[in-house]
């Protein structure tokens, strides 16, 4: 199975691909190029929005608009035209320390946002990240603490298993907790897999409507799929060495759209570094919830 380019971005770092149902389009960050946008399935038109902060990670709104979780918060993100963007900031964000930011972040099945923060230098490798949890009052609780680089947040279908994944080459790890849907909190902490002995680092990830969990394993331009039980499947090839995160889209939510990252140096080996890519995996995926 062959991946297919949608669109040569050259993202600096693509993340979060959120497909819109309704408008039938998909919308994705690159962090440090600060940059929110949407490419049209029908029509293939690309419109991109400057933001103040970079962005890490985004959830649709019902009302329009996106949560994004950035560098110092969490705000309310609502692109017009002519690449006018209006942001609000809702929740503001303690960090451990200086230099640092969010990363991979998503909807609870409930519609709850829960996303992870990560120091920038990711060379010094200090778990001084949190995965966090925004609560109706505007504040941000801490949910997992200890990360290094937070990665790979998923929710089964049902809501009540939560996976989460830690980047760094020292860990690799992805973990399995048991979801309180009726509170959002994550308990009962195991290892998922162990992303060592396997190709690429653990990075973003979607879940099928089957329940398995498709990650994307960033240095190997591979994307795997691993059962509940935590068993590798199947793994499909994109044709760069950083795919960052996966999500499932087009009409019948049967395309796998991955989003990845252009690094410095040479790139002859990987010219379309930072590219949007489809895969057509055989299975579905889920809609994203709208944030509550």
């Known amino acids: 199975m062959s991946a297919e380019l949608v669109l040569d971005a050259?993202?600096?770092?693509?993340?979060?691909?959120?497909?819109?149902?309704?408008?039938?389009?998909?919308?994705?960050?690159?962090i440090p190029g600060r940059k929110l946008q949407r490419w049209s399935a029908a029509s293939g038109q690309v419109d991109a929005w400057a933001t103040q902060e970079m962005p890490a990670c985004i959830a649709p709104r019902r009302q329009g608009g996106w949560l994004c979780a950035m560098e110092s918060g969490?705000?309310?993100?609502?692109?017009?035209?002519?690449?006018?963007?209006?942001?609000?900031?809702?929740?503001?964000?303690?960090?451990a320390r200086d230099g640092m930011?969010?990363?991979?972040?998503?909807?609870?099945?409930?519609?709850?946002?829960?996303?992870?923060?990560?120091?920038?230098?990711?060379?010094?490798?200090?778990?001084v990240g949190a995965l966090y949890g925004l609560q109706p009052n505007?504040?941000?609780?801490?949910?997992?603490?200890?990360?290094i680089v937070p990665n790979g947040l998923a929710f089964s279908p049902d809501g009540r298993t939560m996976y989460l994944s830690d980047s760094h080459p020292s860990v690799q790890a992805i973990w399995a907790f048991d979801y309180d849907t009726e509170t959002?909190?994550?308990s009962n902490r195991r290892l998922f897999v162990d992303m060592h002995p396997l190709p690429g680092r653990p990075d973003g990830a979607a879940i099928d409507a089957d329940g398995c969990y498709w990650i994307c394993g960033n240095d190997a331009g591979q994307v795997h799929r691993f059962t509940p039980q935590g068993k590798l499947d199947r793994s499909l090839s994109v044709p760069v060495k950083k795919p960052a995160m996966c999500a499932f889209g087009g009409a019948q939510l049967d395309t796998l759209y991955v989003t990845s990252i252009r690094p410095g140096?040479?790139?002859?080996?990987?010219?379309?570094?930072?590219?949007?890519?489809?895969?057509?995996?055989?299975?579905?995926?889920i809609a994203e919830p709208f944030a509550s």
């Open 138 to 147: 505007g504040e941000l609780q801490t949910l997992v603490a200890d990360l």
């Open 74 to 95: 969490v705000f309310v993100l609502e692109p017009g035209a002519a690449g006018a963007l209006q942001a609000s900031r809702v929740a503001s964000v303690a960090h």
């Open 265 to 285: 140096g040479d790139l002859s080996d990987q010219p379309l570094a930072g590219g949007v890519f489809a895969l057509r995996p055989g299975v579905r995926g």
């Open 10 to 30: 050259r993202d600096g770092v693509g993340e979060s691909p959120v497909w819109s149902v309704a408008e039938q389009a998909l919308y994705w960050v690159d």
């Open 184 to 186: 959002g909190t994550p």
């Open 101 to 127: 930011r969010f990363n991979d972040g998503r909807c609870d099945r409930q519609g709850r946002l829960r996303a992870g923060t990560m120091l920038m230098d990711m060379a010094q490798g200090q778990a």
